[in-house]
């Protein structure tokens, strides 16, 4: 018989060379690439013109569709064709509503037949009940038929009604001037009601999408000016107001989106266009300096750090260490008087779980 003190040594022995085992298992692996939230440094303060690189839209873009569900039988526009007000686009087969106008109009005519009967019995049944030869229960019974074949036209017009517009609605109009788009699926093809169709893009005063990081959003506001160039229009400036300054980050990004309206009418501008819009800031301190979220800021014994992302390629970059010297902390973010210079890309998010030249994923 064993002895229990040699068994459980024996035991502990095992346990020790699997862990060492999963321990060399994992330093053999693969290194950890961990994602990261990052933004460009900026110097603010004085006046200084900024650039942000954004693209066009349309100033208003429709998704087109029929209220009523079918068959497209037709279209009568492609991609690109310019449209005026309240022309056709395209049709559905009204073959089904053509019979439901057909079988309200019949009903119609019968409900109007049944009617003129029950007047007739009303009128005359009033007559004899005025020389006392029919009864007051007589009277109201003929009396309540009217009404009631009265009620019943009155409802099969509403159905016909309806069964009218329900054609109508087969037939897709252009609810303003503007360009197709898109179009979104094929002759032949069963729609539904309300399943987009075309996206007509109207309004002749382009729009540009752009986004600005957070310690520059404070700056924007609506009706500021800005100018506007496109790549694809050479040696031409628009003149442009901000309609839209968006209070949430997009995505895991620090930067907000923003809408930017030219001031005049044009045709040259299409969606899509690359686009670069130029803010001239201005802020109450003259003296330059850089402004950083604060949680971007981190501190052990070596003193206070930061990390920058060196870019590479398929979304991926290495992490550089710096120290950097803080200043006050305001609310646009915390200043920072050396270590960062104007254009790095500052990690914003999970500072603390990485290490200097480690490999990060930039979302």
Same mark, same amino acid.
């Given at each position: 018989?064993?002895?229990?003190?040699?068994?459980?040594?024996? !035991?502990?022995?095992?346990?020790?060379? *699997?862990?060492?085992?999963?321990?060399?298992?994992?330093?053999?692996?693969?290194?950890?690439?961990?994602?990261?939230?990052?933004?460009?440094?900026?110097?603010?303060?004085?006046?200084?013109?900024?650039?942000?690189?954004?693209?066009?839209?349309?100033?208003?873009?429709?998704?087109?569709?029929?209220?009523?569900?079918?068959?497209?039988?037709?279209?009568?526009?492609?991609?690109?064709?310019?449209?005026?007000?309240?022309?056709?686009?395209?049709?559905?087969?009204?073959?089904?509503?053509?019979?439901?106008?057909?079988?309200?109009?019949?009903?119609?005519?019968? !409900?109007?037949?049944? !009617?003129?009967?029950?007047?007739? $019995?009303? /009128?005359?049944?009033?007559? *004899?009940?005025?020389?006392?030869?029919?009864?007051?229960?007589? *009277?109201?019974?003929?009396?309540?038929?009217?009404?009631?074949?009265?009620?019943?036209?009155?409802?099969? #017009?509403?159905?016909?009604?309806?069964?009218?517009?329900?054609?109508?609605?087969?037939?897709?109009?252009?609810?303003?001037?503007?360009?197709?788009?898109?179009?979104? $699926?094929?002759?032949?093809?069963?729609?539904?009601?309300?399943?987009?169709?075309?996206?007509?893009?109207?309004?002749?005063?382009?729009?540009?999408?752009?986004?600005?990081?957070?310690?520059?959003?404070?700056?924007?506001?609506?009706?500021?000016?800005?100018?506007?160039?496109?790549?694809?229009?050479?040696?031409?400036?628009?003149?442009?107001?901000?309609?839209?300054?968006?209070?949430?980050?997009?995505?895991?990004?620090?930067?907000?989106?923003?809408?930017?309206?030219?001031?005049?009418?044009?045709? /040259?501008?299409?969606?899509?266009?690359? /686009?670069?819009?130029?803010?001239?800031?201005?802020?109450? $301190?003259?003296?330059?300096?850089?402004?950083?979220?604060?949680?971007?800021?981190?501190?052990?014994?070596?003193?206070?750090?930061?990390?920058?992302?060196?870019?590479?390629?398929?979304?991926?970059?290495?992490?550089?260490?710096?120290?950097?010297?803080?200043?006050?902390?305001? #609310?646009?973010?915390?200043?920072?008087?050396?270590?960062?210079?104007?254009?790095?890309?500052?990690?914003?998010?999970?500072? $603390?779980?990485?290490?200097?030249?480690?490999?990060?994923?930039?979302?």
């Amino acid at each position: 018989m064993k002895s229990i003190y040699t068994t459980v040594p024996l !035991a502990l022995l095992i346990l020790a060379v *699997l862990q060492a085992g999963c321990g060399r298992k994992e330093e053999a692996g693969e290194p950890i690439i961990r994602p990261v939230r990052y933004e460009q440094v900026f110097m603010t303060g004085g006046t200084r013109m900024r650039t942000f690189s954004g693209s066009a839209q349309a100033g208003t873009e429709t998704n087109l569709s029929f209220k009523v569900p079918g068959t497209v039988k037709q279209f009568a526009v492609k991609v690109g064709d310019t449209i005026k007000k309240n022309q056709v686009i395209a049709k559905l087969d009204p073959q089904d509503y053509d019979l439901r106008v057909q079988e309200a109009e019949a009903a119609l005519q019968q !409900a109007m037949a049944q !009617a003129r009967n029950a007047n007739a $019995t009303y /009128a005359r049944v009033r007559e *004899l009940y005025e020389n006392r030869t029919s009864s007051k229960s007589d *009277l109201d019974a003929a009396r309540a038929g009217s009404e009631s074949a009265e009620a019943a036209v009155r409802s099969i #017009e509403k159905r016909l009604e309806l069964a009218r517009l329900q054609v109508d609605y087969t037939t897709l109009r252009a609810p303003a001037d503007g360009s197709i788009a898109s179009v979104m $699926t094929e002759v032949n093809e069963n729609v539904a009601a309300g399943k987009a169709v075309i996206v007509l893009t109207s309004g002749k005063q382009p729009e540009v999408k752009i986004t600005i990081p957070g310690v520059m959003i404070a700056q924007v506001k609506s009706g500021s000016s800005a100018s506007v160039s496109f790549d694809a229009i050479q040696n031409r400036t628009f003149q442009a107001t901000v309609t839209e300054v968006g209070v949430t980050a997009t995505g895991f990004e620090t930067t907000y989106p923003v809408i930017i309206r030219l001031d005049e009418e044009t045709d /040259a501008v299409r969606p899509g266009m690359a /686009a670069n819009v130029s803010f001239r800031f201005e802020t109450s $301190t003259a003296r330059e300096r850089i402004l950083v979220p604060s949680v971007a800021v981190a501190e052990d014994r070596q003193g206070r750090y930061v990390f920058i992302v060196e870019p590479g390629e398929d979304d991926l970059g290495i992490a550089r260490r710096k120290k950097v010297q803080i200043g006050e902390l305001t #609310e646009e973010g915390l200043e920072v008087l050396e270590g960062l210079q104007e254009g790095e890309l500052l990690i914003t998010a999970g500072v $603390t779980r990485i290490v200097d030249g480690q490999k990060v994923r930039l979302l």
